[in-house]
């Protein structure tokens, strides 16, 4: 792959993007290849910092320590009789263990199952069934919930129950710990099946917005596709500390917080945030640990910008990102105001790597996806995988021959035909809509099965969504497409008040206005619903479709069938 000049204000987008090769391996393995590698060659810097709830308290791990400790845990599943191939769920907190776990497994060659510490029981038992687990590794604040299903015998594949940080002794449970302290830090690599760059190495369950989650299943390769993540659009160098927050089962940390940093020998940060997310203690720790890399969720940042920013020094701070869900246009102004840095938005799915990305160097346009990032052509096509003209709304597509991009899913597992569904030709098909500019620069419409049709128009939901963030009431907005006798079916928003808001009447017209005012006026919400909370997957989306049922349901009651 092509080195970049250590500052990024002399990158070339386009030069970049024309000289971008893929060099993919006969045989790979990320915990051999790069973690050990760093390892070998910087022993002694940190590669995690692992920071309590408190935002006080900080452990910190070498990439020798994880060397050592991950080399232990292979041991321990080798001696369980774990082979390659074999399937474990991951189930722990933002602590240590849960890199020791999935290095360890990465290195046996066992696929790893990270799941979200949101999952309840019947998560638990859907994916361990699904994936046909034979192992588990969970800590102590999750057990209970695996003990549940497991008393009801319902996860007859599981053989290897293990616990991390327990409190107590458990029957029926190995302790991580003591597993770990009789294990020996030497392994091998020679004595091992050797993993293939196309052999399956992980897997993640989609967040399932619309029915069950999906398997995806990415191969060993996956995480070379993610150099493209931290090398140019997080623009990280080895001497970066970063620090994108999310919880570990999704696929938001390996994007953020293993694979691409990693690669180029950067310090991860995570902090094991418990209860209601803090926004000064996470501002505290930008000033506290030197952070020089940032990348969170939307919610988060709007959450931020009402505190006082100001008052803490975030002169480390060189960079800025969000992903996972559109950033709004003037959450991007107002975090700049207060730090001088702008966000930059990108691209991706659990299914990919980073995509789309406002590259460090490129002018930014408030609300678009930016451009394809280097090894991806990606592009906006119509049904028939031809390409459609600029302004025109399309599939966001990604080009998979004549080269497959390394960073892409191998398959939905034990799921052909929805495998099949995604792939058309030369393209992937990811699903989501969008369109793209004189310039290049993409623009989000939504999910496929989110725009809405109503009086003849096409309307995404993010474009209402984003009008209503901008107006000081709105906490959290959810557009959706609602029946009407008349117009067959309108715009329709579900909206979180802040604090100091109450919903009225007054409210609802001032808001109508204030989307037409912002944009194409036919694109106002007619209704306007106030909720406490929105209907969201285990991942943090929120689910339209539970919110589209509501709304048919609602028209029923009145109605003898839907008007469409």
């Known amino acids: 792959m092509i080195d970049m ?11 970049v993007r024309e000289e971008f090769e893929w060099n993919i391996p006969e045989f790979y393995n990320f915990a051999f290849d790069e973690v050990d590698q760093r390892a070998e060659e910087m022993p002694n810097k940190d590669a995690l910092i692992s920071i309590d709830n408190s935002g006080e308290n900080a452990q910190r791990h070498t990439f020798k320590e994880l060397k050592d400790l991950s080399n232990k845990f292979a041991n321990t599943l080798k001696d369980m009789g774990m082979e390659k191939g074999d399937r474990a769920m991951v189930l722990i907190h933002r602590i240590p263990e849960w890199y020791v776990a999935v290095l360890g497994m990465i290195k046996l060659g066992v696929i790893p199952i990270p799941t979200p510490n949101l999952a309840v029981s019947e998560d638990i038992k859907y994916r361990v069934n699904r994936a046909e687990a034979s192992t588990i590794v969970t800590d102590w604040s999750n057990h209970e919930k695996v003990e549940k299903v497991r008393d009801e015998e319902e996860l007859s594949s599981l053989k290897n129950y293990i616990l991390v940080k327990a409190e107590e002794d458990k029957e029926g449970w190995k302790d991580f710990e003591e597993l770990l302290e009789g294990s020996s830090p030497e392994l091998s690599r020679d004595e091992l099946e050797a993993t293939k760059s196309d052999d399956p190495m992980l897997i993640y369950f989609t967040s399932g917005t ?55 020998g950067a310090t991860v940060v995570q902090q094991n945030i418990t209860g209601k997310f803090d926004p000064n203690k996470a501002l505290k720790i930008l000033q506290d640990y030197d952070v020089t890399t940032f990348c969170v969720p939307p919610t988060i940042y709007k959450m931020m910008i009402n505190e ?87 599939h966001i597509a990604l080009k998979v021959e004549p080269e497959r991009p390394p960073g892409l899913f191998k398959e939905y597992w034990k799921d052909e035909d929805k495998t099949a569904s995604v792939f058309s030709g030369e393209w992937y098909y990811t699903g989501d809509r969008a369109y793209k500019d004189k310039d290049g620069y993409f623009w989000f419409v939504g999910r496929a099965d989110d ?8 309307i995404g939901p993010f474009e209402v969504e984003s009008a209503l963030q901008e107006h000081p009431a709105v906490q959290e907005p959810a557009v959706i497409g609602a029946p009407h006798e008349v117009r067959g079916k309108i715009v329709k928003a579900y909206i979180i008040l802040n604090d100091e808001y109450e919903p009225s009447e007054e409210l609802v017209k001032e808001l109508q206005d204030h989307v037409k005012e912002v944009t194409a006026p036919y694109k106002y919400p007619r209704e306007i619903e106030f909720l406490d909370e929105l209907p969201k997957t285990i991942s943090g989306k929120i689910r339209r479709t539970e919110l589209r049922e509501r709304a048919e349901e609602e028209y029923l009651e009145e109605h003898d069938s839907l008007p469409y």
């Not at 250590?6 to 987008?13: K, P, W």
């Not at 725009?451 to 096409?458: E, P, T």
């Open 5 to 15: 000049a250590e500052e990024h204000n002399v990158y070339d987008y386009e030069k």
């Open 210 to 264: 619309t029915g069950q989650p999906k398997m995806v299943l990415h191969p060993h390769s996956y995480p070379l596709g993610h150099e493209v993540t931290a090398k140019y659009v997080q623009d990280l160098r080895k001497n970066h500390i970063n620090w994108t927050i999310a919880d570990n089962g999704w696929a938001k940390a390996v994007w953020g917080k293993l694979f691409g940093q990693w690669i180029v």
């Open 451 to 458: 725009v809405i049709k109503a009086s003849g128009y096409r």
């Open 308 to 394: 006082d920013v100001e008052s803490y020094d975030l002169s480390s701070l060189r960079h800025c990102l969000s992903a996972g869900e559109p950033l709004n246009p003037d959450v991007i102004d107002k975090w700049e105001d207060y730090t001088g840095l702008r966000i930059y938005d990108y691209y991706g799915q659990t299914e990919s790597v980073a995509l789309v990305a406002n590259y460090p160097t490129m002018e930014v346009k408030p609300g678009s996806m930016g451009k394809p990032t280097p090894g991806h052509e990606v592009d906006i096509i119509d049904d028939n995988g031809k390409k459609v003209p600029t302004g025109e709304e399309g």
